[in-house]
């Protein structure tokens, strides 16, 4: 009798098994990006990766971000996203407090760039003194960049220029090609990203910042280590699949390397 009761117990935990699977797969998780482009465009090159991210995964995602930097931010602290792509600065936060672990980092690192119209007369940063400097938010890495770039040439970024604060990278460029700005400081990435979207290479570089490790891939500790690992893997093997190579195209990027919290110290 004995025996029959323990042969019964098992065929239950077997027919139990797939229901257990199921329900896992079944998981929904939330990928969050900052929001450095027009939302149009962010949603434009990240659905992508959140159907590449689903299919290995086996999991639904819903790729979620916010109309600013701060509101991000403020979600990010909150800890609604399961998976992120976010700034170099906001990882410090998210990894100390916010229990967000490092998955893959744009490989190439990230610097800000100051640009111009072509047909400007400014050359150099010593030659926007005192004109209208136009960033993304004053969060933003690329602004953070600026403000360390000018401190180092021996300006004060507050007084001796003009800075203007605008929603993303885009806008920022656009503000400079309809002369309500001098300058805009951006990312490489965002500059050949807005150009080829305008299909009018108007803009050129007068100066680049030093460079720090760039935009990175995270996710929550609630993210099962398994499928932390599938994420990285997938990620890092982007260059050498087509869907893979498709994902970085529309996002300019070139390839992923796997991040450590050790690479961003030196943003403390």
């Known amino acids: 009798m004995r025996h029959i009761l323990q042969k019964l117990l098992t065929i239950q935990l077997i027919l139990l098994l797939p229901a257990a699977l199921c329900a896992e797969s079944l998981k929904s998780y939330t990928f969050g990006v900052f929001p450095h482009l027009p939302r149009h465009k962010l949603y434009e090159t990240y659905l992508p990766v959140t159907e590449n991210f689903s299919k290995v995964l086996n999991t639904q995602l819903t790729l979620k971000t916010q109309p600013s930097f701060s509101q991000f931010e403020n979600v990010l602290k909150e800890e609604q996203f399961d998976i992120a792509l976010i700034q170099p600065f906001d990882f410090i936060e998210a990894y100390d407090n916010q229990n967000y672990l490092p998955i893959a980092r744009r490989s190439d690192p990230l610097s800000s760039i100051l640009v111009v119209k072509k047909d400007a007369p400014f050359k150099s940063l010593q030659d926007l003194k005192g004109k209208r400097?136009?960033?993304?938010?004053?969060?933003?890495?690329?602004?953070?960049?600026?403000?360390?770039?000018?401190?180092?040439?021996?300006?004060?970024?507050?007084?001796?220029?003009?800075?203007?604060?605008?929603?993303?990278?885009?806008?920022?460029m656009q503000s400079v090609l309809i002369n309500k700005a001098d300058a805009c400081g951006t990312s490489l990435r965002a500059m050949y990203h807005y150009e080829d979207d305008m299909l009018n290479h108007r803009?050129?570089?007068?100066?680049?910042?030093?460079?720090?490790?760039?935009?990175?891939?995270?996710?929550?500790?609630?993210?099962?280590?398994?499928?932390?690992?599938?994420?990285?893997?997938?990620?890092?093997?982007?260059?050498?699949?087509?869907?893979?190579?498709?994902?970085?195209?529309?996002?300019?990027?070139?390839?992923?390397?796997?991040?450590?919290s050790q690479e961003y110290e030196i943003l403390r």
């Open 133 to 172: 400097i136009a960033n993304p938010p004053e969060s933003a890495a690329v602004t953070r960049l600026t403000d360390r770039t000018m401190k180092q040439a021996g300006f004060d970024p507050h007084n001796d220029f003009v800075r203007v604060y605008i929603n993303n990278h885009f806008s920022c």
């Open 203 to 260: 803009l050129k570089i007068v100066h680049e910042s030093e460079a720090i490790p760039h935009v990175l891939y995270v996710a929550h500790k609630r993210v099962p280590k398994a499928h932390r690992d599938i994420l990285k893997q997938t990620i890092l093997n982007w260059q050498n699949t087509p869907e893979g190579r498709d994902i970085l195209k529309a996002s300019r990027m070139s390839r992923f390397s796997e991040a450590s």
